[in-house]
């Protein structure tokens, strides 16, 4: 299968359930933990105006499968490699949200030949244990209900085991991310070798991905911009009123040519 869809195009290659829209350069969306694709649904028409988007379901989210006992930022970005494999795109862009980032940067720092700019949302370099007490908090379904998504997540989970799934996804994503045994787990020297053009994109008050992290990154990594985002935790709005700067943004950044970035 090839050549370009149009929005809301979907199918399965390789491992990953995906959704393409769009001509252009590639852009490779990687959606945060516990949700799926449609995470992006409020950028893609906007994003497909000027690249060939590409959007799937981590493994173990929405309608890709497990691949293992486990989920590992790892084997995340393997499945990722092995889709652009497919498609035949020996290099993308790359914007990841969250778990999405995690993998991004992962990608990034082992196959930088693969990654053209890169966009971080909501992600820091590693995990440690007061970071991760904001993403164990999320695994809590109670967390969920409490915001009004937890039917969201029963239907876009439905195929990881029926309507309970979407409870064992969310705590496989804490589990990734745990500081003992992740390989989400960067420092600033790795950081400081790669030269891509990126964008670090966070709320002031993350508790998750924490400003000081983030701004560590900014002042090692030698070609980083920063946008912090006022007033914002790890929900920053970014799929209601912020959707569409969110987008200008991170497509300026893209369209930037690297000297100027």
């Given amino acids: 299968m090839g050549g370009h869809y149009a929005i809301g ?8 359930h995906y959704t393409e829209a769009g001509q252009g350069d590639p852009l490779l969306l990687l ?34 499968p497990m691949v293992a006992e486990t989920l590992t930022i790892a084997d995340l970005g393997r499945a990722a490699l092995e889709l652009l494999d497919e498609l035949g795109l ?5 914007v990841g949200s969250s778990l999405g980032g995690a993998v991004a940067l992962w990608l990034t720092v082992h196959h930088p030949d693969r990654v053209n700019k890169l966009v971080l949302y909501r992600v820091g370099y590693r995990k440690d244990a007061a970071s991760h007490a904001g993403t164990r908090s999320m695994a809590d ?13 029963s239907d876009i ?40 053009p990126t964008l670090l994109i966070v709320g002031d008050r993350d508790p998750v991905a ?27 709005a970014s799929n209601t009123w912020r959707a569409e700067s969110f987008a200008v943004e991170v497509t300026r950044f893209l369209q930037r040519r690297k000297q100027q970035s």
């Avoid at 195009?9 to 990953?16: F, G, P, R």
């Avoid at 959606?31 to 028409?45: F, R």
């Fill in 9 to 16: 195009s979907e199918t399965d290659m390789a491992t990953l």
């Fill in 157 to 196: 989970h439905q195929p990881q085991g029926g309507p309970d799934a979407w409870q064992t996804v969310i705590r496989r994503v804490s589990e990734a991310l745990d500081p003992e045994t992740t390989d989400h787990a960067h420092d600033l020297e790795t950081l400081r070798r790669i030269d891509q």
């Fill in 141 to 153: 379904p109670a967390y969920w209900r409490g915001v009004g998504m937890h039917r969201w997540l």
């Fill in 31 to 64: 959606h945060s933990g516990g949700m799926s694709g449609a995470e992006w649904t409020p950028q893609v028409a906007l994003f497909a105006r000027q690249f060939r988007v590409i959007i799937p379901d981590h493994l173990g989210h929405g309608r890709s």
């Fill in 210 to 236: 924490p400003l000081e992290q983030i701004l560590e990154m900014f002042r090692i990594m030698p070609n980083a911009g920063l946008w912090v985002m006022p007033c914002a935790t790890h929900v920053t």
């Fill in 90 to 94: 020996p290099q993308t862009s790359l």
